[in-house]
């Protein structure tokens, strides 16, 4: 397979490495520059483009392979457990992926549920790899010591693990042993060579274990996550409060400044444009852009095959998916978001003045979205 796709672009392409998972745009010089210069060792895509279109084609899609779970979350966002049998069939997943391929999409990540509940979840990992894509996987980490063995073989680029908050309160949340049962994975996968990240759902209840949450990720050698609770799913049920913006702040804060007092590089990323975005509170933060660009660069396939665009399963509802890819193919579907998108743009004349697609490629490196991982940079007050 050869290590890098060349996708064709209208302001030019993009270049996907897949060795160090990473894509950046050309212009339409250098696009054809590294036509010559890498004949034969690029996989090129060229796309149909649709009507107003920025982009051809999505950057990454997440999919939910199934609402089936081993654990029942009090603040689940897609109502996941046991006895919940809604899933993407191995045949529907493979051509899906093959789809995907011919489009020249980088990234796949899978969600669930748990994804290990799938009854083919192994192998639609090694599908996934062997078409060339990158692989990002969230979990929670509670598995059988089978499970365990096969994940650790698996070459997934990176496994995100559920943690929300120390023993007491994580299993207060999740579900008695699960704690101590997630930790063991991560030791265990980190001991095989695994890229193991944690992330945690922030509430009142756990805010007191940041830091101590914080430093255990640093023992373990992983990157941590702080991400706000969104009142979605079994959530809405839940009478915790969105953090007031200063608490937040605060809270990144305290943990900067811990590890630059020890000399180190925080291992810590707390989304505070998320938080912002769920408090209503968007004054110190500008994420308008931010979210119209997701809009353009992700794609999410639900387990029923509901398709919307955005990368956030707590942003959906039926009345907003696209179409379904179990009675529709996934280009047609993405004709109709392109349309959405257009028609929206037409909404103020602040949209009609935007150039989106300046936007769009500003947001790669802003963000830092062309390594693989969307508010791992997390940045401040940002203008594009």
Same mark, same amino acid.
């Given at each position: 397979?050869?290590?890098?796709?060349?996708?064709?672009?209208?302001?030019?392409?993009?270049?996907?490495?897949?060795?160090?998972?990473?894509?950046?745009?050309?212009?339409?010089?250098?696009?054809?520059?590294?036509?010559?210069?890498?004949?034969?060792?690029?996989?090129?895509?060229?796309?149909?483009?649709?009507?107003?279109?920025?982009?051809?084609?999505?950057?990454?899609?997440?999919?939910?392979?199934?609402?089936?779970?081993?654990?029942?979350?009090?603040?689940?966002?897609?109502?996941?457990?046991?006895?919940?049998?809604?899933?993407?069939?191995?045949?529907?997943? =493979?051509?899906? #992926? /093959? $789809?995907?391929?011919?489009?020249? !999409?980088?990234? @796949?990540? &899978?969600?669930?549920?748990?994804?290990?509940?799938?009854?083919?979840?192994?192998?639609?990992?090694?599908?996934?790899?062997?078409?060339?894509?990158?692989?990002?996987?969230?979990?929670?980490?509670?598995?059988? =010591?089978?499970? #365990? /063995? $096969?994940?650790?073989?698996?070459? !997934?680029?990176? @496994?995100? &693990?559920?943690?929300?908050?120390?023993?007491?309160?994580?299993?207060?949340?999740?579900?008695?042993?699960?704690?101590?049962?997630?930790?063991?994975?991560?030791?265990?996968?980190?001991?095989?060579?695994?890229?193991?990240?944690?992330?945690?759902?922030?509430?009142?209840?756990?805010?007191?274990?940041?830091?101590?949450?914080?430093?255990?990720?640093?023992?373990?050698?992983?990157?941590?996550?702080?991400?706000?609770?969104?009142?979605?799913?079994?959530?809405?049920?839940?009478?915790?409060?969105?953090?007031?913006?200063?608490?937040?702040?605060?809270?990144?804060?305290?943990?900067?400044?811990?590890?630059?007092?020890?000399?180190?590089?925080?291992?810590?990323?707390?989304?505070?444009?998320?938080?912002?975005?769920?408090?209503?509170?968007?004054?110190?933060?500008?994420?308008?852009?931010?979210?119209?660009?997701?809009?353009?660069?992700?794609?999410?396939?639900?387990?029923?095959?509901?398709?919307?665009?955005?990368?956030?399963?707590?942003?959906?509802?039926?009345?907003?998916?696209?179409?379904?890819?179990?009675?529709?193919?996934?280009?047609?579907?993405?004709?109709?978001?392109?349309?959405?998108?257009?028609?929206?743009?037409?909404?103020?004349?602040?949209?009609?003045?935007?150039?989106?697609?300046?936007?769009?490629?500003?947001?790669?490196?802003?963000?830092?979205?062309?390594?693989?991982?969307?508010?791992?940079?997390?940045?401040?007050?940002?203008?594009?």
């Amino acid at each position: 397979m050869n290590r890098y796709v060349l996708r064709k672009e209208d302001f030019g392409g993009l270049i996907f490495d897949r060795e160090k998972i990473r894509y950046t745009a050309v212009d339409n010089a250098n696009f054809q520059a590294l036509l010559v210069k890498n004949e034969g060792n690029l996989d090129i895509i060229t796309n149909s483009f649709p009507v107003g279109a920025v982009i051809s084609a999505p950057t990454r899609v997440f999919l939910v392979l199934t609402k089936a779970c081993n654990l029942k979350c009090s603040y689940c966002s897609n109502d996941s457990g046991n006895g919940k049998n809604e899933k993407l069939d191995f045949d529907e997943v =493979k051509a899906l #992926l /093959e $789809e995907m391929k011919g489009m020249g !999409i980088f990234e @796949i990540s &899978v969600n669930g549920g748990e994804p290990l509940c799938h009854p083919d979840f192994a192998r639609i990992m090694r599908l996934v790899k062997d078409l060339g894509f990158a692989l990002f996987m969230n979990t929670n980490g509670v598995y059988t =010591k089978k499970q #365990l /063995e $096969e994940l650790s073989q698996l070459d !997934i680029d990176k @496994i995100k &693990v559920s943690i929300d908050g120390l023993k007491e309160k994580h299993d207060f949340l999740r579900g008695k042993g699960s704690f101590d049962s997630a930790i063991s994975s991560i030791r265990f996968l980190r001991s095989k060579g695994k890229n193991v990240k944690m992330n945690c759902t922030l509430q009142r209840f756990n805010l007191p274990d940041m830091l101590d949450l914080s430093k255990l990720a640093h023992e373990l050698g992983c990157e941590l996550k702080v991400a706000p609770m969104y009142p979605v799913g079994r959530a809405i049920d839940s009478a915790s409060k969105p953090l007031p913006m200063e608490e937040v702040e605060a809270l990144d804060k305290m943990i900067q400044e811990y590890w630059v007092s020890r000399g180190l590089k925080s291992n810590t990323n707390v989304a505070l444009s998320l938080f912002a975005e769920v408090a209503n509170d968007m004054t110190h933060y500008d994420g308008k852009h931010i979210n119209c660009c997701v809009h353009y660069l992700h794609l999410s396939i639900d387990s029923d095959g509901s398709v919307f665009n955005t990368g956030c399963q707590t942003h959906f509802s039926k009345e907003k998916s696209f179409g379904n890819v179990k009675k529709e193919k996934l280009r047609a579907i993405l004709e109709k978001i392109s349309a959405d998108n257009t028609s929206k743009k037409m909404l103020s004349q602040e949209c009609v003045d935007c150039n989106i697609r300046s936007k769009v490629l500003n947001y790669l490196d802003i963000t830092n979205e062309h390594h693989g991982e969307l508010w791992e940079s997390e940045r401040r007050k940002i203008h594009f």
